[in-house]
């Protein structure tokens, strides 16, 4: 259930966009990417993808609330009932937790960061927000952290060159950024020439 009613991306990251829900006498049903996936976004009702949402607090929580109380999932319920919410601690998250602890509760939250200082300050404000409202914080993740990769996992390019029916520039490189696939070439230099290098670990 993706409630980042003016900022949507749960249909882009699971490859549903352009999708559209179904109303009917019982509700919505949402989009199903797979048999055991389905996802309800406010994405789904816009007329195009670029089309803005300027609403004000009381109709987005008025949206969450339709969308907790009359998305037709399963006639079976769910197994798992995952909620993305936009960065801070906004109406969308305030909305959300009190419908939900009206109902049961919540599981618990896993906090989504990246490395820098903006978005970790953003994030602890997201941890408080948790501690206030009796949240569990289940786990943290961390995009763009440090890539940890071996050699002879990785992948090469080189730029193309004129050879490579490119156009060149003065130093014989294309000029267009231009790259060229070339891992198998590059890995089986360093399997002759230095073998102990294809079991190092490259850190990015």
């Known amino acids: ?20 829900i ?20 406010v994405s789904f009702l816009l007329p195009d993808a670029d089309a803005a949402v300027v609403w004000r607090g009381p109709r987005k929580n008025g949206m969450i609330k339709q969308f907790l109380t009359e998305t037709v999932w399963d006639d ?15 109406d969308e998250h305030i909305s959300t937790v ?27 404000k997201e941890l408080n927000f948790c501690v206030k409202t009796k949240v569990k914080v289940v786990g943290v993740v961390e995009n763009m952290a440090q890539y940890r990769s071996s050699v002879s996992s990785l992948g090469f390019r080189r730029p193309a060159t004129a050879a490579d029916g490119a156009n ?3 130093n014989g490189n294309s000029g267009d950024g231009t790259t060229v696939e070339c891992t198998e070439e590059v890995l089986e230099m360093l399997r002759e020439k230095c073998p102990e290098v294809l079991d190092m670990i490259a850190t990015a």
């Open 1 to 20: 259930l993706d409630v980042d009613i003016c900022g949507p991306s749960a249909a882009r990251m699971v490859g549903a966009t352009g999708q559209t």
């Open 22 to 41: 179904h109303a009917s006498g019982t509700g919505w049903t949402p989009v199903y990417v797979t048999p055991n996936l389905a996802v309800m976004s």
């Open 76 to 90: 079976d319920g769910l197994d798992y009932l995952i909620i993305d919410t936009p960065p801070g601690t906004s």
């Open 98 to 124: 009190q419908y939900l602890q009206a109902v049961g509760g919540v599981s618990g939250a896993v906090v989504v960061t990246t490395p820098e200082e903006v978005s970790m300050s953003d994030v602890r």
């Open 168 to 170: 060149g520039s003065a």
